[in-house]
């Protein structure tokens, strides 16, 4: 049996059509302007980017192509024939004669919504480098600074018909929510009207820890939005992360940089920080799953950390000692600058913690089939913006 291991030597050509030595395997130069598609030596890895207009595929080796759709790309293994370029046509069909092996690649187009946030740009960029066509919606393309290859649609949200191009024909949308509550509905059946899956970055609020179990106006809000998107007939994904990792950025990263004192309140309660890159590949995978009905995933970082050892490991990566020093609820409304209703929030979650370890989830390996990161690999991403002024 003909297989993508004994298929001889390729050449692949890069977007700007120079030749370049292949591994033994196969591959496909597709002229979407952006990236070959190759193969790995079990045949198991194919990938390939969007836009789809001219199709030039040119190999040595043994394989009969087709396209079935604009989207829709089939590759086959099989003895004796030679291809050297084909031009982009709906109607073309190859023969399936001696089919012995085949790989079905689906290029996806996902729209991302909040893509110049802390998650929207991890999920844009883990998009593009698994092959899908990447568009963002942003109510200020200019000022994006989003990868060329991801299309860019000007819209809001809160005003549906804004959004309405950049949901055509799109298969699935990543959605985050930071407008009003009340202009989430409308907003939702514009979405329905043209894609089959939507994949919500949510909050922990179903989980079972005193945590994320006080009183929240946003994980009320959440449980709505939900609803409605299950009524909606939509295919769907609710992705739970508990405590970002990137909060120690706003909280504490300006502070250290100046000082090496951190004036904090509940030093002792523990959360479970969760790396942005992680919540991102559960988000990657969830737009990718072409299953019906819906899931949801409670995402953590891989340990309970109190906000002391948070600090003490800021400490240890930047290699500089700092220290903990502990403030009543009192002060910290004072000092830390936060929103009322958001002091509060924290305050209540925190001090419902201070005698629990974190809840802690394997689901990020479990999902990705890599284990999360530490919070001491997420500071170390991240160092430099603890570094002195």
């Known amino acids: 049996m003909v297989s993508a291991a004994n298929v001889g030597p390729i050449a692949t050509f890069s977007p700007r059509g120079r030749r370049h030595p292949a591994p033994r395997g196969f591959g496909v130069y597709a002229s979407f302007g952006q ?54 046509d709906a109607d073309l069909r190859a023969s399936r004669e001696s089919v012995l092996n085949r790989y079905d690649v689906i290029v996806k187009r996902i729209l991302v919504t909040g893509a110049t946030g802390t998650v929207g740009r991890q999920v844009v960029a883990q998009l593009l480098d698994s092959g899908a066509h990447v568009r963002a919606l942003t109510r200020d393309p200019d000022r994006a600074e989003l990868p060329r290859q991801v299309e ?20 699935a949308v990543f959605l985050v929510w930071t407008a009003a509550a009340d202009a989430f509905a409308a907003a939702l059946a514009r979405i329905a009207q043209h894609t089959g899956r939507v994949v919500l970055l949510t909050s922990p609020h179903k989980t079972p820890h005193p945590f994320f179990q006080q009183p929240n106006p946003m994980a009320s809000m959440h449980k709505n ?72 995933y409670m995402i953590t970082g891989p340990q309970s950390l109190t906000q002391r050892e948070q600090v003490a490991t800021i400490g240890e990566v930047i290699g500089r000692t700092l220290r903990f020093e502990e403030i009543g609820p009192d002060d910290a409304q004072r000092e830390l600058g936060f929103p009322r209703a958001a002091i509060d929030m924290l305050l209540n979650a925190w001090s419902a913690a201070i005698t629990l370890p974190a809840y802690v989830t394997t689901t990020v390996a479990q999902v990705t089939g890599t284990p999360a990161r530490t919070f001491a690999e997420w500071v170390r991403s991240h160092k430099q913006a603890f570094g002195r002024a």
């Open 152 to 171: 860019l649609f000007r819209g809001d949200l809160t005003a549906p018909e804004t959004i309405e191009a950049s949901l055509r024909d799109a298969d």
């Open 225 to 296: 939005m939900e609803r409605l998107i299950c009524e909606s007939g939509l295919a769907s994904t609710f992705v739970r992360p508990g405590m970002f990792a990137a909060n120690a950025l706003g909280w504490w990263a300006a502070r250290i940089r100046e000082h090496d004192v951190i004036r904090w309140p509940y030093g002792d309660a523990a959360t479970a920080p969760i790396d942005e890159h992680d919540i991102a590949a559960v988000a990657v995978h969830a737009l990718f799953d072409d299953s019906p009905g819906s899931a949801e």
């Open 35 to 88: 990236r070959t598609a190759d193969g790995d030596h079990s045949g198991s890895i194919l990938r390939q980017y969007s836009q789809p207009r001219a199709i030039a595929v040119s190999f040595v080796g043994q394989a009969s192509f087709r396209i079935l759709a604009s989207r829709y790309i089939q590759v086959w293994i099989t003895a004796g024939s030679w291809l050297s370029s084909v031009t982009h």
